[in-house]
């Protein structure tokens, strides 16, 4: 089975503008979840998905959005980029997303300078 | 809210000696423990997870853990470790909030 992929792997931004990440979840599983890791702050949650529908986010601004599709691929966006979005962001999936192993991507590093 | 604490951020450790990371976490219910491990530039790579029953636990690469819910502990450990087990390694609870929380990381160094 594949995995969880993650695209694009690297991106670089600048201030102001607006960026979408998409994460393909392995076949069969309908969770998804994203996280951002930063140096600083480490592993956050940021938001996760089941069959479409926004369950649970995390303490995060405004600015940064997600949504799932039907087939279960999720995107998440972030607007008006800011430099303390430079991250790591790590998309996990699982089955149901309830007391289950969740499967990290490669994550996409995002660089605003 | 359920939360993690991995009181080492870095641990430096003869290729060949034994490993143990400590992971202290914070649940009012029996949580759903994980262990998972990134290399530079890479995802986080499952090791093992408890979710009940027997409270030693068994992963990959020779990895094994211990669930204490008396003493809210869930410690990894390796008895001989190789060059390649140099990486980051995270502990995480999760709750039935659809997320999990991660501690702050320990990174491992091996010296040869």
Redesign the interface.
């Known amino acids: 089975k594949a995995g969880?992929t993650q695209t694009p792997r690297y991106l670089i931004k600048t201030r102001g503008q607006q960026v979408t990440l998409s994460c393909s979840p392995i076949s069969g599983h309908r969770?998804v979840?994203w996280?951002q890791q930063t140096p600083g702050q480490?592993?956050q949650?940021l938001f996760?998905y089941?069959s479409e529908t926004q369950?649970?986010k995390?303490n995060f601004p405004g600015r940064f959005s997600g949504r799932q599709f039907s087939n279960s691929r999720s995107e998440m966006n972030v607007s008006t980029l800011e430099l303390g979005d430079s991250a790591l962001y790590?998309c996990?999936s699982s089955t149901t997303?309830?007391?289950e192993?969740?499967?990290?991507?490669?994550?996409t590093?995002l660089l605003v300078l | 809210a359920q939360s993690v604490t991995q009181p080492d951020i870095h641990i430096t450790v003869s290729e060949g000696a034994s490993l143990e990371l400590r992971c202290n976490y914070s649940y009012g219910a029996t949580p759903?423990l994980?262990w998972?491990v990134q290399s530079p530039?890479?995802?986080?790579?499952?090791l093992l997870?408890y979710?009940s029953g027997d409270t030693l636990v068994q992963g990959i690469k020779g990895f094994e853990a211990e669930f204490k819910r008396s003493q809210s502990s869930f410690n990894l450990r390796k008895p001989s470790v190789h060059w390649s087990d140099a990486a980051e390694y995270?502990c995480?609870v999760?709750a039935?909030?659809?997320?999990?929380?991660?501690?702050?990381?320990t990174t491992v160094t091996v010296r040869a």
């Open positions: 969880v969770s979840s996280y480490g592993l949650f996760e089941f369950r649970n995390g790590l996990a997303g309830t007391k192993t969740q499967y990290f991507g490669p994550g590093r | 759903y994980f998972y530039g890479q995802g986080l790579q499952l997870k979710f995270f995480a999760g039935n909030d659809y997320k999990l929380s991660f501690g702050a990381g």
